[in-house]
């Protein structure tokens, strides 16, 4: 058991994968709420008949816009005003693409209740949609302005998705729309948390087998989606203090999950040699 120490209210220990246990985040598949890739090959109807179920998609909707939505701005083409809490990306007259708005809350971009709390599959079918619109190929003929928002609206679409299908992003993300960070240090963590994370690092680092690190995988698993049920409680009780603790911890529980897929990769690796 390695020793910690306390200084100015800090709690160290002596393997620096635990202050900072931010790598790979995105590429964590146990967070996604969805298994599904998005296909960028969709038939579609005409572009107006698309715009059309947008609208009618927005205008149904029981939330309340952000600020930035609900600015009144001119279509670059017709010069028509532009109610951007419908058509942030496509002017209705003339349907022509917009500048991206990249400002924009990106609940209001997909389409979706600004909670915690979402489904996945319906996210992933608006994705779809959104990016079947906005692909590059079919602004290929178009003036090159278009052309560049295309680009970006498509970017700022896979950006937007990405971070609210895996919950730990989404959580940050929520925590950002409400003024809040997290901490840069692990001084709101208490010490058997901590002792817990160091013990579970030297077991991954101990492992000798393939079969011990499943077991290994399989608790943190568990223990994210505890995590997980948790952090939407915290949302839904606007507990942002809770919210933020609950991400840190998970944050080291991913960074271990890492670890873990990096020695079973290591063994496999050895075994085939």
């Known amino acids: 058991m390695k020793r910690f120490f306390k200084t100015n209210l800090t709690i160290h220990v002596r393997k620096p994968q635990w202050i900072a246990a931010q790598s790979n985040v995105m590429q964590n598949r146990c967070l996604c709420n969805s298994t599904a890739r998005p296909s960028l090959h969709l038939d579609l109807e005409c572009k107006e008949s698309i715009y059309q179920g947008l609208v009618n998609q927005q205008q149904r909707r029981s939330y309340a816009p952000t600020i930035s939505s609900t600015l009144v701005k001119k279509c670059w083409n017709c010069k028509k005003s532009l109610d951007m809490a ?3 990306m496509m002017c209705g007259n003339c349907h022509h693409l917009q500048d991206v708005d990249k400002d924009i809350n990106y609940f209001n971009l997909m389409n979706i209740p600004q909670d915690f709390s979402l489904d996945g599959q319906s996210l992933t079918k608006r994705f779809r949609q959104m990016q079947s619109i906005v692909h590059p190929d079919k602004f290929s003929n178009k003036s090159s302005r278009e052309q560049n928002n295309s680009a970006d609206w498509s970017s700022l679409i896979n950006k937007a998705y990405k971070t609210l299908l895996i919950p730990i992003e989404r959580g940050q993300y ?6 809040l960070q997290l901490p840069q240090d692990n001084s709101a963590l208490n010490k058997e948390f901590l002792m817990e ?10 492992a000798t087998n393939i079969e011990d690190l499943k077991k290994l995988s399989q608790r943190l698993k568990d223990d994210l989606e505890e995590k997980v049920l948790e952090l939407n409680r915290a ?19 991913i960074s271990i999950e890492n670890s873990v897929k990096n020695k079973s990769q290591t ?3 050895g075994m085939s040699s």
Do not use: C, T
């Not at 929520?174 to 003024?179: I, P, Q």
């Open 86 to 88: 419908i058509e942030a």
């Open 174 to 179: 929520l925590l950002n729309l409400s003024g």
């Open 197 to 206: 994370m160091m013990e579970r690092n030297e077991q991954v680092e101990e």
């Open 235 to 253: 949302f839904n009780d606007s507990n942002f203090e809770v919210a933020q603790l609950l991400l840190i911890e998970m944050k080291y529980l």
């Open 267 to 269: 063994l496999m690796n």
